[in-house]
């Protein structure tokens, strides 16, 4: 939940959601996503339907500030079980 700092490299972890809760969006866009276990919600990027994110199976894109972060994030993610399938690893954006 920290700012992005500028100048600072942004990385990313994708998301696959289980079956019946992806978020479709022709543009793509960032929306606010709660997380159960830590009871906050948290940014993700929707990728915008045909982009490159949507047609590798990516359903949304969690933005990370550091590798600490991600393993954090990471974390959090995977007890999100009703919501997220799978958490890739992360990538620089």
Same mark, same amino acid.
Do not use: W
């Given at each position: 939940?920290? &700012? /992005?700092?500028? @100048? $600072?490299? +942004?990385?990313?972890?994708?998301? &696959? /959601?289980?079956? @019946? $809760?992806? +978020?479709?969006?022709?543009?793509?866009?960032?929306?606010?996503?709660?997380?159960?276990?830590?009871?906050?919600?948290?940014?993700?990027?929707?990728?915008?339907?045909?982009?490159?994110?949507?047609?590798?199976?990516?359903?949304?894109?969690?933005?990370?500030?550091?590798?600490?972060?991600?393993?954090?994030?990471?974390?959090?993610?995977?007890?999100?079980?009703?919501?997220?399938?799978?958490?890739?690893?992360?990538?620089?954006?």
């Amino acid at each position: 939940m920290k &700012k /992005f700092k500028n @100048g $600072k490299p +942004i990385y990313g972890l994708n998301v &696959k /959601f289980v079956e @019946g $809760k992806k +978020i479709i969006d022709p543009e793509g866009r960032i929306i606010h996503i709660h997380l159960e276990s830590r009871n906050t919600s948290v940014p993700m990027i929707v990728p915008g339907e045909g982009s490159e994110a949507d047609k590798q199976g990516v359903d949304g894109i969690f933005p990370i500030c550091s590798e600490k972060c991600g393993d954090k994030m990471r974390d959090a993610l995977h007890k999100e079980i009703g919501t997220i399938q799978t958490v890739n690893k992360m990538t620089n954006l």
